[in-house]
Every structure is written in structure tokens, then in C-alpha cells.
């Protein structure tokens, strides 16, 4: 038992540390890469959801890389790249929906989704030691296989829980600040274009939901909302 159990506890504690450690090295990359935003167009929606949230500001950074991403950093200090803020600015996508992107990251991190993840993930390196010492034992070629895609196939459904409630979070925000879900649904309309997705990997694999599940789930939302007022 404890031959199963000591490796176990070392690979969790190395995930923590490796975790903590990625966490500090991408808090000291994006302060050294990024710069503060300001925008005409943008700045009166976030006045609009910080008087939402009851805060003075919500204070939104732009991320100097060509990719089109927005992030909340382990921090909590909230990203837009440079790459989505040209496409906002070339008019491919609107002030309300760069909001709404703002608005889910936020979610992210009233959530916590960052200190989850670092639980998530040495659980799921757990979860990975453990079937790989069953597993090998009956299946020996295919075992370490195995075990990988039962941890990968963890992993993806934890990351889209986690997109389901920052959506949430983002819908009821948005909804506080006067600005709506519409935004919120047609920026996911066009996201594959605006990323440069060619196809996506099966649902179960995947880490953000389906587009149309998520419109989906919001839609699903509004109406119970309808019902209560």
C-alpha cells in the first residue's frame, strides 16, 4: 500500500509546485508584456458593470501578443492580447462583446477557477498514478495509454464546467450592468472565425463547451430569470 501510496503523494506535491511555480513566471511575464487599457468605446461598459459589481473600477490590461485570447491571470488581474483588441478596433467584433469577454474572466476569478485548477490538476495526477500502477498490471502495452486519456478525458470535463460558470457569471453581470446577454451570445457565434479554428475535437475531449451549448445554457438562463421576475 504505502509503494502506491508515497509516489502519489510526491507527484502531487511536484504539481503543486510546478503550478505555483508557471503561476509566478506568467504573473511576471504578462506584468513585463502588457500595459493598462484605455478605450473610448470600452470604457463606459466597464463603469457600467463596476457600478454592477458595487466597485470603483474593474481594471483591464492589454496583453501584447498577436493571438486573440482574453485571460484572468492566476493573480486575478484581467487581460485582453492585442490581437483581439485589433479585431474590435478593425470593427470585426463590438464594444458590448469585448464586455462580455471582460465580463467571464471576471467570472474566473470570483469563481477561484485558478486555485481549482491547481486542485484539479493534482488530482487528476493522482488520479493518473493510481490507474497507471492498476492498469499496466493486466494491460501492460496499453495501460500507460489508457490511463493518460481517462486523466486527459478529467481534465476537459473540469475545464468546461468551468466555462459553463463563468458564462453564468458573465450573463448575470451583463445582465446587472444594462448591457444584456446578446453581446455575449454572438461574440460565441464568432469565435472559431475570430481564432482561427479549423474543426474541434470531439465534445468529450474538448475544454470549452460547444458553441451552441453554451448559447444554449444562456438562453436556458434568461428564461429561468424571466419566470422569477
Known amino acids: 500500500m504505502i509503494q502506491l501510496v508515497l509516489p502519489v503523494l510526491l507527484m502531487i506535491a511536484i504539481s503543486w509546485l510546478t503550478y505555483a511555480a508557471a503561476a509566478r513566471r506568467t504573473a511576471a511575464m504578462l506584468s513585463e508584456q502588457s500595459a493598462p487599457l484605455r478605450d473610448s468605446g470600452l470604457d463606459p461598459l466597464l463603469a457600467q458593470m463596476a457600478r454592477a459589481l458595487n466597485q470603483p473600477a474593474i481594471p483591464v490590461h492589454v496583453f501584447e501578443v498577436d493571438m486573440v485570447n482574453g485571460l484572468?491571470?492566476?493573480?486575478?488581474?484581467?487581460?485582453?492580447?492585442?490581437?483581439?483588441?485589433?479585431?474590435?478596433?478593425?470593427?470585426?467584433?463590438?464594444?458590448?462583446?469585448?464586455?462580455?469577454?471582460?465580463?467571464?474572466?471576471?467570472g474566473h476569478v470570483a469563481l477561484g477557477h485558478s486555485r481549482r485548477r491547481m486542485i484539479d490538476m493534482t488530482g487528476q495526477s493522482a488520479v493518473f498514478i493510481v490507474l497507471q500502477a492498476v492498469l499496466t498490471r493486466f494491460v501492460p502495452i496499453i495501460g500507460f495509454w489508457i490511463a493518460g486519456l481517462v486523466t486527459r478525458v478529467l481534465s476537459s470535463h473540469l475545464s468546461r464546467g468551468a466555462e459553463y460558470e463563468a458564462d453564468a457569471y458573465a450573463?448575470?453581470?451583463?445582465?446587472?450592468?444594462?448591457?444584456?446577454?446578446?453581446?455575449?451570445k454572438s461574440l460565441f457565434l464568432k469565435l472559431e472565425r475570430l481564432v482561427g479554428m479549423k474543426g474541434s475535437p470531439p465534445a468529450w475531449m474538448a475544454s470549452h463547451p460547444a458553441t451552441a451549448d453554451r448559447i444554449a445554457a444562456i438562453e436556458a438562463r434568461e428564461a429561468r430569470w424571466r419566470q422569477t421576475v
Not at 488581474?77 to 471582460?102: C, D, H, N, W
Not at 450573463?171 to 453581446?183: K, V
Open 72 to 106: 484572468a491571470a492566476p493573480d486575478g488581474r484581467i487581460f485582453l492580447t492585442r490581437g483581439f483588441l485589433q479585431k474590435y478596433r478593425a470593427g470585426e467584433v463590438t464594444a458590448p462583446e469585448m464586455a462580455s469577454v471582460i465580463a467571464h474572466e471576471l
Open 171 to 184: 450573463s448575470a453581470l451583463l445582465m446587472a450592468a444594462g448591457i444584456g446577454t446578446g453581446p455575449q
